[in-house]
Nanobody, 124 residues
Framework: QVQLVESGGGLVQAGGSLRLSCAAS????????MGWFRQAPGKEREFVTG????????YYTDSVKGRLTISRDNAKNTVYLQMNSLKPEDTAVYYC?????????????????WGQGTQVTVSS
């Protein structure tokens, strides 16, 4: 069992940066793939990025490549999302997720554990 709590969201101007954190509880955090999803109003939850349990592999959706970076610190049971060069279309609630399987699975229904979400708003 894994409990996830996100933090770090907020309001930022276009071109700015934010860093999201996701703190996990549970002894087996290091064995799970971790990911970030986002959901804008009226839209389906969308895969953003995933990272393998060992941090050796990452996967990004095309729209965020080169701007967003996922990382994890297994000693701190925390995963991060560094968000640079933010655009208004990045505005959404961002969710941290965990699964015992591939980090590159983009189907939100295949992820097992979820945080409560944190709002990111990018103004133009």
């Amino acid at each position: 069992q894994v409990q996830l709590v996100e933090s770090g969201g907020g309001l930022v101007q276009a071109g700015g940066s934010l860093r999201l954190s996701c703190a996990a509880s549970g002894r087996t955090f290091s064995s799970y793939a971790m990911g970030w999803f986002r959901q804008a109003p009226g839209k389906e939850r969308e895969f953003v990025t995933g990272i393998s349990w060992s941090s050796g592999f990452t996967y990004y959706t095309d729209s965020v490549k080169g701007r967003l970076t996922i990382s994890r610190d297994n000693a701190k049971n925390t995963v991060y999302l560094q968000m640079n060069s933010l655009k208004p279309e990045d505005t959404a609630v961002y969710y941290c997720a965990a699964r015992s399987g591939s980090y590159s699975n983009t189907d939100f229904r295949q992820w097992h554990y979820w945080g409560q979400g944190t709002q990111v708003t990018v103004s133009s």
